[in-house]
T-cell receptor
Framework: GEDVEQSLFLSVREGDSSVINCTYTDSSSTYLYWYKQEPGAGLQLLTYIFSNMDMKQDQRLTVLLNKKDKHLSLRIADTQTGDSAIYFCAESPHAGNNRKLIWGLGTSLAVNP | EAGVVQSPRYKIIEKKQPVAFWCNPISGHNTLYWYRQNLGQGPELLIRYENEEAVDDSQLPKDRFSAERLKGVDSTLKIQPAELGDSAVYLC????????????????FGPGTRLLVL
């Protein structure tokens, strides 16, 4: 069945790069998303990548997609304390008009000063 | 442009009481979603609307939960009666879904309503 897996925790020092990893099972996925959730807040769309791309860069964020291994990663350069949050990976399976996103459990990123 | 608006932000009720949540999606977004998020979990889809039609309510506990989106814009999610296990964050999201199977399906979320059932 459809499944998205993420490691639960990541701790980095301020100024270092953070890499959050995600694996998914549905090879037909068309789009893959990264969302950020700060304490007490809703989910903020950070970026997304179309399945025919292998990399997307947006300022400090770099998304890498390995379709063969069904592996997605989010790299945050020069990580700041404000980046401390939970990061969710989600995939959009290509199933007709199905708009359902399949979500991971989230990776909690702690940035230490 | 205003984002997704939800109210109330917080609600504390006693079990067996009714509760309602309201959502105003991003202007022009035709698809609206209600999610429930428990602590330490990802969001769980409850219901999805395309315009005013509920196209996926398979995960909605219909014995106590109901939702409506009468004019294809605002939506209300109701729980009656609430149970202790309903304590969670209820998130509303919206997206602009073009016809056909292509197109990115990014969903934009509101801040959520935190429900505590005592």
């Amino acid at each position: 069945g459809e499944d998205v897996e993420q490691s639960l925790f990541l701790s980095v020092r301020e100024g270092d790069s953070s890499v959050i990893n995600c694996t998914y099972t549905d090879s037909s996925s068309t789009y893959l998303y990264w969302y950020k959730q700060e304490p007490g807040a809703g989910l903020q769309l950070l970026t997304y990548i179309f399945s025919n791309m292998d990399m997307k860069q947006d300022q400090r964020l770099t998304v890498l997609l390995n379709k063969k291994d069904k592996h997605l990663s989010l790299r945050i350069a020069d990580t700041q304390t404000g980046d401390s949050a939970i990061y969710f990976c989600a995939e959009s399976p290509h199933a007709g008009n199905n708009r359902k996103l399949i979500w991971g459990l989230g990776t909690s990123l702690a940035v230490n000063p | 442009e205003a984002g997704v608006v939800q109210s109330p932000r917080y609600k504390i009720i006693e079990k067996k009481q009714p509760v309602a949540f309201w959502c105003n999606p991003i202007s022009g977004h035709n698809t609206l979603y209600w999610y429930r998020q428990n602590l330490g979990q990802g969001p769980e889809l409850l219901i999805r609307y395309e315009n005013e039609e509920a196209v996926d309510d398979s995960q909605l506990p219909k014995d106590r939960f109901s939702a409506e989106r009468l004019k294809g814009v605002d939506s209300t999610l109701k729980i009656q009666p609430a149970e202790l296990g309903d304590s969670a964050v209820y998130l509303c999201a919206s997206s602009l879904d073009l016809t056909g199977t292509g197109g990115e399906k990014a969903q934009y979320f509101g801040p959520g309503t935190r429900l505590l059932v005592l």
